[in-house]
Nanobody, 119 residues
C-alpha cells in the first residue's frame, strides 16, 4: 500500500523558517523523482521544487535561494527547508513522487500540510 505523508507545516511569522518532511512507503523511493507543490486558496496547484533520483534539484524562481529540497533514501523521506518565509508562501504544501518509464508514468501525492505565514 502506497503512502505519502507530509508533516511539519504550521503557523510562522514572516522571515521565519519551517522544514517540511514527506515520508513515503509502498514503492521503491530511490527510483522516484520527488517534488513539492503548493496550492493557495482559490488557485491551482503549482510546482515548487524537485529532486531527481540522482539528487539534481530544480526550483521555481520565486523560492530560489530561500527553499532547499533534499532527500534521504535510507529513510524514504524528502525534505523542504523553507527560510525567509513570506505571506505569499501561505498554501497547502503537497509532496509528489513521480517515475516515468517510456510513455508510462506513475505518480503519488500526499494529503498536504498547511503552511501559514502571518504576523
Amino acid at each position: 500500500q502506497v503512502q505519502v505523508v507530509e508533516s511539519g507545516g504550521g503557523l510562522v511569522q514572516p522571515g521565519g523558517s519551517l522544514r517540511l518532511s514527506c515520508a513515503a512507503s509502498g514503492f521503491t523511493f530511490s527510483t522516484y523523482d520527488m517534488g513539492w507543490y503548493r496550492q493557495a486558496p482559490g488557485k491551482q496547484r503549482d510546482f515548487i521544487a524537485v529532486i531527481t533520483t540522482g539528487s539534481s534539484t530544480n526550483y521555481v524562481d520565486s523560492v530560489k535561494g530561500r527553499f532547499t529540497i533534499s532527500r534521504d533514501n535510507a529513510k524514504n523521506t524528502v525534505y523542504l527547508q523553507m527560510n525567509s518565509l513570506k505571506p505569499e508562501d501561505t498554501a497547502v504544501y503537497y509532496c509528489n513522487a513521480r517515475k516515468c518509464s517510456g510513455n508510462v508514468c506513475f505518480q503519488y501525492w500526499g494529503q498536504g500540510t498547511q503552511v501559514t505565514v502571518s504576523s
